[in-house]
């Protein structure tokens, strides 16, 4: 019997091959998205998991209240790890994490110049504690024992091979920042899902002294502690106490109501407040988003397979009479059809897990990840796709199963199968309003987030972005007495770059107006109290910044190109934040920053220091060469590539020890957007193959009714009706349904986008125009595809439809 089942199931998709092809195409399409977005969602979901001691591990973090909101960072006090091993036995063990985003590793020679490697990923300083904690097993050498003395380093595999061309480097000596350090340990690569993204690891006994100097008054947020709780142990034993550990060791003087505070390793990556040191993170409404959109294409690929299949019952009809007749039983019939709905099923997974792997390969580029297909060994996987095919079998198949088994023999023979007021017929209207209801939510969301994006790209961030490169300064230099000879190595360099054809002006800060960080402390007027200090950013500058990024003065006068602080610019922020309505009124005050009281000499109007989803900050700009970090230089767009080509050229000269390296500010800033501008377009994706499975089922739905009418039709055209009645006859019907699915999905859509706009600062409007936008389009995509199937039965010889059995 069951070969049986298995031979009349492929006749029947032979037999009906156009609608085996649109509902393997409609399931094809739902699966293969669903089975990309498990594998997000998989990747998302496993960062840091493969830790042996991943729900043990964590950090301690610091907020604290802002002029007008809370400030949150990773970073705490570098005193801190010593303190919190005293003070909390229940840590097993602590780690500090001290980070440093790039920079170029040597490798000395025998004879000649060392070979040099710029560490993109970035270098730690770190603990012997941190190999307790993380699991990152050694190749060659012990690494708990590899950090405890200065000078010594740990590193990856991958890297060793890099620098050394083989894996055991056990001895080898390495360069950075000055000093050498000695490799005692060989590590495995990390895997791609870590926000720990650590590949040399240099002592921290070497710069331990220089880094706790700055005090528990100075916080970075690459400076990170860690600790595994030890097994058994509460941790809410230990939020008890940590407000009386951070009032311990900030006292009284803790005007900004700092707070330490201890974050989960497994909430790291969800947490956006905070960040990570991989910056990647996600918050958990995205996973849910993506959830869902994969349930509903999985939902959308059923109703279509449940339209089409009813649309195809009637020709069936016979066939069900005749077995019945013959004496088959109902539940032999509902496995037959049950049987033909998982074939189906069975090839549109195949077809699926080929789609997806081919997809991969793009989404793996655009989204930087390491996805992969691996039947052989991801349990999960394999799970997932035996749940999909379970239950896309059974979902698709059963209602279709239980109709056609129900037809009655005798009614069969009559032709008497179908009737307009049943269950059935608004069943499947019903399923056709959800599915455009989801369609047309999908539609409304990708819409007002592409908005969003556009809004960001377009937005003037009141400073000039454009033909302005930044050149990273490798050296920090701190001001010297003119006794001492005040030579500047980065000054002459400005000076000899300053005098190149090509080169607008140039200008020494420690970043640009809008940067991936920022720095921050507090500020007083003269004559105020300490307790009422308030938060300001700060930026290093010298006095033609100003000028080349096009800040517009408001007031006062600019800074002097000195190398200490002797007067501040702020910006209207600044002044507002410090009581002044009228910015003019704050020039000439005295104003206490870093230690200095000096007076405020010019109001620059508000500009953006970081990313649109954050408000504009109270700035303070002040002369410190200490802090500078950055070469910014204006060019001119004609003959750029030979103006960077001399300014590396004198670069070099400067720094011979270091690698050159530069990058546009505008293309800088668009990296602040990177993550919303994915999110569109994956969007924008899937709610296309939504859109897409949506057109399949409306089709089944007009062929179903096609099917119905066909000696209607022929009556009509008969009696004189013309196509275009016809084409209005079934088109005004969908009208009704898809303004029935607006109806449902507006608000819904008008709630979650608000939801997803409060994430943002500066935003769009939640207009009408938006949601009528995406009603339209559907509207417009319905009828073409109503219109299309609608067009071939309004065509037909009516002869042949008058004979239609």
């Not at 390969?361 to 749940?387: A, C, P, R």
């Not at 023999?409 to 989801?438: C, E, H, W, Y």
Request: aromatic share 12%.
């Amino acid at each position: 019997m069951f070969k049986n089942y298995i031979k009349t199931a492929f006749r029947n998709l032979v037999r009906q091959r156009s609608s085996a092809f649109f509902n393997i195409g409609g399931l094809t399409l739902a699966v293969s998205g669903s089975i990309i977005l498990f594998l997000l969602i998989s990747h998302v979901i496993s960062f840091d998991t493969y830790h042996t001691n991943y729900k043990r591990i964590y950090r301690v973090v610091t907020q604290s209240d802002g002029n007008e909101d809370k400030f949150y960072t990773p970073g705490v006090p570098t005193p801190l790890p010593v303190a919190f091993r005293t003070d909390f036995p229940e840590a097993e063990q602590v780690a500090f994490t001290k980070y440093m985003e790039g920079g170029v590793v040597s490798i000395p020679q025998r004879s000649g110049e060392p070979v040099k490697f710029m560490q993109e990923d970035g270098i730690v300083y770190t603990e012997p504690s941190y190999f307790d904690i993380f699991s990152q097993p050694a190749i060659i050498g012990d690494p708990r024992k590899g950090l405890d003395e200065p000078n010594e380093a740990v590193i990856s595999e991958k890297l060793a091979i890099k620098y050394f061309g083989r894996a055991n480097v056990i001895g080898e000596v390495i360069s950075y920042e000055n000093a050498e350090y000695k490799i005692s340990a060989v590590v495995e690569d990390h895997p791609a899902n870590t926000d720990l993204p650590f590949a040399l690891f240099l002592s921290y006994e070497t710069v331990r002294k220089v880094t706790e100097s700055d005090g528990w008054n100075s916080i970075n947020s690459n400076n990170q502690c860690y600790f595994l709780l030890k097994e058994k142990v509460s941790v809410g034993q230990l939020d008890k106490r940590m407000e009386g550990f951070t009032n311990k060791y900030l006292g009284e003087d803790n005007y900004d109501k700092e707070l330490f505070v201890i974050q989960p390793l497994s909430e790291m990556h969800f947490d956006e407040h905070f960040g990570t040191y991989s910056d990647n993170p996600i918050n958990k409404a995205g996973i849910s988003a993506m959830i869902i959109i994969g349930l509903f294409l999985i939902i959308t690929g059923c109703i279509n397979f449940i339209n089409l299949s009813t649309a195809e019952a009637i020709k069936r009809s016979k066939e069900v009479g005749i077995r019945k007749t013959l004496g088959s039983s109902r539940f032999q019939l509902m496995s037959q059809f049950l049987g033909e709905t998982a074939l189906v099923t069975l090839i549109s997974v195949l077809l699926s897990i080929s789609i997806a792997q081919f997809a991969i390969g793009y989404l793996n580029t655009f989204m930087k990840v390491e996805l992969s297909i691996d039947l052989f060994h991801d349990t999960s996987l394999i799970l997932f796709l035996l749940l999909v095919f379970v239950s896309v079998s059974i979902l698709s198949g059963v209602y279709p199963a239980f109709i056609m088994s129900g037809y009655k023999p005798a009614l069969v023979m009559k032709n008497d199968t179908s009737n307009r007021s049943s269950f059935g017929f608004f069943l499947r209207k019903g399923l056709v309003v959800f599915q455009f209801s989801i369609s047309q939510l999908l539609i409304m969301g990708t819409i007002i987030i592409i908005m969003q994006t556009n809004f960001f790209r377009s937005q003037e961030l009141g400073f000039r972005k454009d033909a302005i490169i930044i050149v990273p300064l490798p050296e920090r230099e701190e001001a010297k007495p003119v006794a001492e000879g005040n030579g500047s190595t980065m000054r002459t360099l400005k000076n000899e770059i300053t005098r190149m054809p090509g080169v607008e002006l140039v200008s020494l800060c420690n970043d640009a107006p809008s940067a991936g960080h920022v720095s921050g402390t507090g500020f007083i007027l003269e004559g105020e109290r300490d307790e009422q200090r308030k938060d300001t950013q700060v930026k290093a500058v010298d006095g033609n910044y100003i000028d080349l990024f096009a800040l517009k003065l408001i007031s006062g006068k600019g800074l002097g190109d000195l190398d200490s602080i002797t007067s501040f610019v702020v910006n209207r922020k600044f002044a507002k934040v410090a009581g002044f309505a009228d910015p003019s009124a704050i020039v000439g005050k005295r104003i206490r920053v870093w230690g200095k009281l000096c007076p405020v000499s010019g109001v620059v109007e508000d500009f953006h220091t970081m990313s649109l989803h954050n408000a504009i900050e109270p700035t303070v700009l002040l002369n410190r060469r200490g802090q500078f970090r950055t070469l910014a230089v204006r060019i001119n767009p004609k003959n750029f590539q030979s103006t960077i080509q001399n300014i590396q050229k004198q670069w070099e000269i400067a720094y011979p020890k270091h690698i050159f390296s530069y990058e546009f500010l505008d293309e800088n800033i668009k990296e602040f957007y990177e993550s919303d501008a994915k999110m569109s377009t994956l969007l924008t994706v899937f709610t296309s193959i939504s859109i897409l499975i949506g057109c399949i089922g409306l089709f089944g739905l007009v062929t179903f009714m096609a099917n119905q009418k066909t000696k209607e039709i022929g009556v009509r055209k008969v009696l004189g009706a013309s196509v275009n009645s016809i084409i209005t006859m079934f088109t005004k019907e969908f009208v009704i349904l898809i303004f029935i699915g607006f109806v449902i999905s507006a608000p819904v859509a008008w709630y979650l986008m608000k939801q997803y706009l409060n994430d943002f600062a500066y935003k769009i409007t939640l207009g009408p125009g938006i949601f009528l936008l995406g009603f339209g389009l559907t509207m417009m995509i319905a009828i073409l595809t109503v219109g299309y199937r609608s067009f071939r039965a309004a065509t037909n010889d009516p002869v042949k439809s008058l004979r239609y059995e």
